[in-house]
């Protein structure tokens, strides 16, 4: 059964150092979603790309983090410079189209900590 | 914007029996769908039932289905003949109607912890 890959699957770093995330989607998937879960709390999405275009990063902190799809099929996710509040599981999710409700899959996630 | 709360934190049954788990949201929308979705531990995000606020009818999925009160913008999640491998973070979740691109987010709770007991 084809699944959302992602890596690394943990990652520590320290402060004001940069990471970034790899997510493969599920074949064929055009949409492909970034989302933040802090400990305790449910996802929620920093950016949306349809093909290799961003629809929706208006939950990007923008001065630090950047996202790109660049052939519309996997997707780096990156933080520079990484802080103490970036802690937290980083998922990738994948939808077939968008719109109408359509399930999205989700990934392992990448848990970052910032020490 | 769309606000989903799950006010129970933590919640555990035993094996076999059946459990409710609540979830309450707020929207101005009349067009939505509503998920549940289940995370095992250390295992990734798996849906577990989807409902379209158009159709009256409750969804159901095996033992799984839904209580939706559309009025009372009520989304609770029944789990019947409850197993161990039932044992996960269950996150209700909202996600707008939209025909174009983006607006396709899900806008989740913070999720209930629920353990099954052997």
């Known amino acids: 059964e084809a699944e959302v890959a992602q890596s690394p699957r943990y990652k520590i770093t320290e402060k004001s150092q940069a990471v970034a995330f790899w997510c493969d989607p599920i074949?064929?998937?055009?949409?492909l979603y970034w989302y933040r879960q802090i400990l305790g709390q449910g996802p929620e999405l920093l950016v949306q790309?349809?093909?290799?275009?961003?629809?929706?990063d208006s939950q990007l902190p923008k001065d630090r983090f950047s996202a790109e799809r660049l052939k519309g099929v996997d997707s780096t996710l990156k933080i520079q410079p990484a802080e103490l509040g970036d802690s937290a599981m980083y998922l990738c999710a994948s939808s077939l189209v968008s719109g109408f409700g359509n399930e999205q899959f989700f990934g392992p996630g990448t848990r970052l900590t910032v020490l | 914007a769309q606000t989903v709360t799950q006010s129970q934190p933590e919640m555990s049954v035993q094996e076999a029996e059946t459990v409710t788990l609540s979830c309450t949201y707020d929207t101005s929308e009349n067009n939505y769908y509503l998920f549940w979705y289940k995370q095992p531990p250390s295992r990734q995000m798996i849906l577990v039932i989807r409902?379209?606020?158009?159709?009256?009818q409750n969804a159901t999925e095996n033992r799984f289905s839904v209580n939706f009160q559309k009025a009372a913008k009520s989304f609770s999640l029944k789990i019947s003949d409850s197993q161990l491998g039932d044992t996960a973070m269950y996150f209700c979740a909202f996600m707008k109607h939209a025909a174009n691109f983006g607006n396709e987010k899900l806008t989740f709770g913070t999720g209930t912890r629920l353990t099954i007991i052997p």
């Open positions: 409902q379209e606020a158009y159709k009256q």
């Open positions: 790309f349809q093909d290799e275009s961003v629809v929706d």
């Open positions: 074949s064929g998937h055009a949409t």
